[in-house]
């Protein structure tokens, strides 16, 4: 039996309780995934995804919202119809069966490898400090190669998830699950990769004279894809003593205090434990229930990807919206938030006030992070452009793929040691990737605004004011390109990251 509403106040009816169910039910996936991350007893998620795909393919539902979509008169009505209907367009192809049955069971692959080297069973985190320090060529290879394991075991069903999202897509009307994605997200697919080519132009300069300066100091020839991390790492080389895990939540809430925010009153759960990404972030409901999961160790980059992740948490706590849909951020402005909080762990007056670094070692250390920032812009290319690419065509060789796009970007030799499945991202958060690099763009944009604007960032309770009226606040009731040219004055764009590379 159809439903009918017939009139704004039905249909007004008819969203919150279609609002009602989409966020129970997202909320006990969530909270089922956390504590499938912490390795305790939890429920079954292909059973949850079942019930939640029972809502996202109603065609009922989605019949309702279409019709409504174009008619409604009532501006804030026609804000939340328009989010619901972004909504179930971008769930439908996650929410079929065949789709979140493969992708759960790839999923559960990644959590449960654990690589092997030199026969020892090492985590994650253990493997990636490895190919960060170890002075030892062969111990990195090794450490690299151990990922091939997993790549092989799961390359089909990756590939295959491809092919069956791309099916999908292309019957919503879409040439590639690539395209889909990005339009729902309000990104523009050419303008996107007009981007990356003029980044690759603008950096190569920088990175490619930062990388031969290593290759002398360490005495290699040719960079090989063990090597990028330990080169980059001894550039910067910032001591892990400076950055002890023990501080990193304290330092994180003081930075956070100092905005007149206090962190004691915010919903925010932090747990460690061994899992397939540096740190995550789970808004298990926005804005009353938020977690973060990680693993970290001393040293900088732990203080990145826990700031990073804090930023998220942050953003969630703030957003003033009643209504399920419009709280949610599209992936692009949800990691700019983030990226916003992780900037502070190389800002020069944070370092000052919170490590004992002597202003040379400071100076020295932000010079010598924008080399990081590179290494990692264009590894983010890198691993963007192979999905759009494989997406395109999922039938090529992918790993000799993976194997140019790596060594075109990070200026390292070809291998086609099988790698590419084994990014975990690809199968959890497709298209994902260019997320971060315009998160970038919009955290340098924004704190060139913030600069501009109030001078002092620490101490300062107006940074907090902005970040909160300006883009916690508003959630998805306004696009996220309208929140940052309302916000900064401009359209997002390159300039500012750009001038922030420079070295």
Known sequence: MSIKVDDEGKLASFLDELERRLEGVDVEYGETLWKKYLRQPHGDLDEIERRRSETILNNDYFRVVKDWTSRVKDKFLAKRVRAVERHLLGERVEALPDIFVLRNRINEEHIKFRPVVSGREMDRTDILEMLRKDPDRSKRKAAWESFAELSRKIENDVKELVKKRNHNAKELGYQTYAEYSLTLDIIDKDDLLTLYEKLDRLSKPYFSAILEKIKKKLRIEHLEPWDISFAIDKFVKPPDEHFPKDQIIPKI??????????????????????IPFGGLCFSIRIPTDVRIVSNPRDGHRFYVTLFHEYGHALHACFVKQRHYPLKLDVGCFSEGMATILQHFTSDPDWLRMNTPLTNEEITRFVKATKASL????????????????TYENPEQDLNKLWSRTQAKYLFVSENETPQWAAQSIYTTHPIYFQNYI??????????????EKYGQLLNNARIAEFLIQNYYGPGSSVDWPEKIEKATGRKLGAEALVQQLAI
């Not at 809430?253 to 061994?274: C, F, H, M, R, Y």
């Not at 315009?438 to 600069?451: D, G, P, S």
């Open 253 to 274: 809430k003081e930075l956070v205090k100092s905005w007149g925010i206090n962190t004691e009153e915010l919903p925010i759960l932090i747990k460690q434990a061994d």
């Open 374 to 389: 590179l290494l990692r812009l264009r590894n983010l290319m890198a691993l963007s452009f192979f999905e759009f690419l």
């Open 438 to 451: 315009l998160a970038e763009m919009i955290a340098a944009q924004t704190i060139r605004c913030l600069k």
